[in-house]
């Protein structure tokens, strides 16, 4: 592995083009575009505010900024960066903004759930959507960039829109059998929709692209419901993760749990337990902590724990707290769909690995301090996550590896995002960035 000097990002906005050819970054008011091979400055643009969203165009020929508190979004061209766009959602004001699968549409999001307005690059038409429901998974589109599923709430009742994303004509309008909605998501192949219900009560509903219900699915009453849902890329397979610390996993055939994975505090079986052990610094003599002691972590490796059982660390959760810390929110198959990773909330030290192909567990990995970010590398089965310190953690079915990141030791690993080609990862900061550049015929 090599690393990068660092750069200046701001709240995390850092993003590479879905090509792989370029790195952009905001540091305030100022987009900046990089070679993601040299690191060197390509563009810098100036955006009228600071800006709180970055996206990049499919295509990766656009960069869309949005400045949420002004209502306004910009959108800057790589191959021409003397043409710009500015739209201005003005006294109804902006809550999000994205692209369509086309890269000549965008989508903002007004407050308040008044609308949607698509607007487009090509002619400068202005569509509008009206009760569109708000929230973080209330829109996806089809992987072919076919359609568009939106939730929407109207009379008190909740419904979804099909759209053809070529005209942005309305396909197909039914109601969903659920109290409140709380997100969506189509399967790879496009040939479901996936619907779930709030946390209050656990439903989970399959669709058809014309709006049939395909199948209906509940594993419980009376407790606290679903908290993650995902996708295998292929299709076959939907984890749902539940605030009961279980893992369910539904076959696209029958639309039935073929097995649920369990979160035990005390863990048996032959899964290889990785446990990471940390090496303190010496002090000098009169030496005390800084402030904010994880800064100067020392380094860490893993030891194999082969007793059993094997003790899980788990925190209490506080039962008068709103969304009580329990319950499966991750819950993320690799891009082969051989493997899924998942993290009880309760367990926050723990990521737990199986193996899809004998619906077993294959590892478990204990970290000395809470998961912050985990994430696939999208070419292979291997896979990347931080804990808020100066490391950064790898799996594979070789194996575990922890790795000190060799630069200011004031830099903490907040968050990463894998290269398209999974040739780099870029660890995100609080204030800076680094690039970790791998050597893949080595690792192969």
Not at 78 to 101: F, H, M, N, R, Y
Not at 157 to 164: A, E, G, Q, T
Not at 221 to 236: C, D, F, M, R, T
């Amino acid at each position: 592995m090599n690393f990068s000097d660092l750069f200046q990002q701001t709240s995390g906005l850092c993003l590479f083009s879905p090509n792989g050819k370029y790195l952009a970054n905001c540091v305030q008011y100022r987009l900046i575009v990089r070679d993601v091979r040299t690191l060197q400055i390509l563009h810098l643009y100036t955006c009228l505010d600071a800006v709180q969203h970055i996206q990049w165009s499919p295509d990766s020929q656009f960069i869309l900024c949005g400045m949420y508190k002004r209502g306004l979004t910009q959108v800057w061209s790589i191959e021409q960066p003397e043409w710009t766009c500015k739209i201005d959602e003005g006294s109804a004001g902006l809550e999000s903004v994205c692209w369509s699968p086309d890269s000549r549409h965008i989508l903002t999001f007004a407050s308040f759930q008044l609308r949607i307005t698509v607007w487009s690059l090509i002619n400068k038409s202005v569509s509008y959507i009206k009760y569109p429901k708000q929230g973080k998974r209330m829109l996806d589109f089809t992987r072919d960039g076919c359609y568009m599923a939106l939730a929407e709430r109207r009379d008190c009742k909740d419904y979804i829109s099909v759209f053809s994303c070529k005209q942005w004509q309305l396909m197909k309008h039914f109601e969903t059998d659920t109290k409140d909605l709380a997100g969506l998501e189509w399967a790879p192949n496009g040939r479901a929709l996936a619907v779930w219900d709030s946390i209050l009560d656990y439903k989970l509903l399959l669709y058809s692209l014309d709006g049939r219900c395909l199948s209906t699915y509940s594993a419980y009453e009376w407790a606290l419901g679903i908290k993650s849902v995902s996708w295998s890329p292929s299709s076959q397979f939907l984890a749902v993760g539940s605030f009961d610390e279980k893992a369910r996993l539904l076959n696209h055939l029958t639309w039935k749990v073929i097995i649920d994975f369990p979160h035990p505090p005390l863990l048996e079986g032959k899964a290889v337990v990785y446990k990471e052990i940390e090496k303190k610094l010496p002090h000098l003599q009169g030496e005390v902590d800084p402030p904010g002691g994880a800064v100067f972590t020392g380094s860490s490796h893993y030891e194999v724990i082969s007793e059993r059982p094997a003790q899980v660390p788990v925190i209490k959760a506080d039962p008068e707290k709103a969304n009580p810390k329990i319950g499966v929110s991750l819950a993320v198959f690799s891009p082969d769909s051989k493997y899924l990773v998942t993290r009880n909330d309760n367990m926050p030290c723990a990521l737990w690995i199986w193996d899809i192909r004998q619906l077993a567990q294959v590892a478990i990995l204990l970290q000395a301090a809470p998961v912050k970010h985990v994430e696939w590398d999208p070419c292979q089965s291997r896979l990347a996550f931080c804990t808020g310190t100066n490391k950064v953690y790898m799996w594979s079915p070789a194996g575990a590896l922890s790795v000190d990141v060799p630069v200011e030791a004031s830099f903490l690993v907040q968050s990463l995002r894998w290269h398209p080609e999974g040739a780099a990862v870029l660890l995100v900061g609080r204030e800076n960035m680094c690039m970790c550049f791998i050597d893949r015929d080595k690792n192969r």
